[in-house]
């Protein structure tokens, strides 16, 4: 079994929808959670980061996380093109943890 | 804000050929990981460094080599390259509280 489970998409949805992309993991020791955001031919971005269970809001991104459920989701309201690209969640265990563990990535399309 | 920079950036080479894969950081952060890409894959730890001289391998290492003697410098040596080389190769450094990985752009190989 996979650390953590991502649905790769592709996700296409219309200007202005809110968009839900949600990653499963099975390690109950993961405590930091993170949101990447990668455009085509670069690299990660960090886009949201939480430490252990509930919400985080910046801007039009909320980022949930659930430990009970072991299930992460991040929200992007009012969708633009811009926000097309692919987003990795990803997740650590604790402070001197030796590495990240990241979702494949679901590929958003936000259609103008 | 930490910065990383790879090169290059694109990359075509022969079968069999030696090659290098630059990384470097200008944060002083001790961690810095090398990660193979593949589309709709998720991101495959190849090596990884606590600091100075210390290297140690992920689950992709058997054909590859790094090193570690500066803080900022983490190149990764392909020794003898193959087609199955072909890919994206990313380059992180992470904080010590491991609570954000900061990516270069890329490399992205192909062997033919």
């Known amino acids: 079994q996979k650390e953590v489970e991502q649905d790769p998409g592709p996700l296409s949805v219309p200007e202005g929808a809110i968009v839900s992309l949600n990653c499963t993991y099975s390690?109950?020791?993961?405590?930091?959670f993170m949101w990447y955001r990668q455009y085509s031919r670069k690299g990660p971005e960090l886009l949201m980061y939480?430490?252990?269970?509930g919400n985080k809001e910046d801007g039009r991104f909320t980022a949930q996380v659930d430990k009970s459920s072991k299930y992460i989701s991040l929200f992007i309201r009012d969708s633009q093109p811009s926000d097309s690209a692919t987003y990795l969640c990803?997740?650590?265990?604790?402070?001197?943890?030796?590495?990240?563990?990241f979702g494949t990535g679901t590929s958003l399309t936000v259609i103008p | 804000e930490a910065d990383i920079y790879q090169t290059p950036r694109y990359l075509v080479i022969g079968t069999g050929k030696k090659i290098t894969l630059e990384c470097s950081q200008t944060?002083?952060?001790?961690?810095m990981y090398w990660y193979q890409q593949d589309p709709g894959m998720e991101l495959h730890l190849i090596h990884y460094?606590?600091?100075?001289?210390?290297?140690e391998k992920g689950d992709l290492s058997s054909e590859s080599t790094v090193s570690r003697i500066r803080t900022e410098h983490f190149p990764l040596t392909l020794e003898s390259a193959r087609p199955s080389h072909t890919s994206q190769y990313l380059c992180?450094?992470?904080?010590?509280?491991?609570?954000?990985?900061?990516f270069g752009q890329g490399t992205r190989l192909t062997v033919v």
């Open positions: 460094s606590y600091g100075v001289n210390s290297t």
């Open positions: 944060m002083g952060h001790d961690k």
């Open positions: 939480t430490y252990s269970s």
């Open positions: 990803a997740m650590s265990a604790s402070w001197t943890g030796n590495q990240f563990y």
């Open positions: 992180a450094a992470l904080t010590d509280m491991n609570t954000e990985a900061f």
């Open positions: 390690n109950s020791a993961f405590q930091y």
